[in-house]
């Protein structure tokens, strides 16, 4: 991935929180690598963030957290609820179902509260399994990412 020097978007002085998902398929600046290694959420914030842990993840065949991740972000941006009940019974399928392949790592508890809501799906129907993800990568896969050769070679060719 090419690296762009120079200030970004973002400001440092910015809480991570009030960050908005930075979308554009811009390198990444030397300042948004930097912020990548402050904090998971400026990294899961940015676009090109998520691609290079996406890629790290995939290295460490944990690559189906982020696309259940992208998966429920896409969800809740959905109105439509016709294709609510369609997205929510893929996501369903491909990373809750006990036979998928591709199946997240969820407690017994949240499931539970999956296949409630499943019932009368809404944008919302995996927010507490999505957060469950979104706290296991930050704890194990983060910290993983900032020591691997991935980011590494990110920070090398911003310098």
Request: hydrophobic share 30%; charged share 30%; glycine share 4%.
């Amino acid at each position: 991935m090419a690296v762009k020097s120079g200030n970004g978007s973002q400001s440092g002085s910015k809480d991570s929180k009030t960050l908005p998902l930075i979308e554009k398929d811009e390198p990444p600046t030397t300042e948004d690598i930097l912020n990548w290694g402050e904090s998971f959420d400026k990294l899961m914030r940015h676009n090109g963030g998520r691609k290079v842990f996406r890629e790290f993840l995939r290295s460490e065949y944990s690559e189906e957290n982020m696309l259940f991740w992208l998966a429920c972000e896409d969800l809740k941006k959905e109105e439509n609820a016709e294709v609510v009940e369609e997205k929510a019974r893929v996501i369903y399928e491909d990373y809750i179902s006990i036979l998928s392949p591709k199946e997240v790592s969820l407690d017994s508890r949240v499931r539970e509260v999956i296949n409630r809501n499943m019932v009368d799906p809404t944008p919302h129907t995996f927010d507490e399994a999505q957060l469950q993800i979104y706290t296991l990568m930050h704890r194990d896969s983060y910290p993983r990412f900032l020591n691997s050769h991935i980011y590494k070679r990110l920070l090398q060719q911003a310098s």
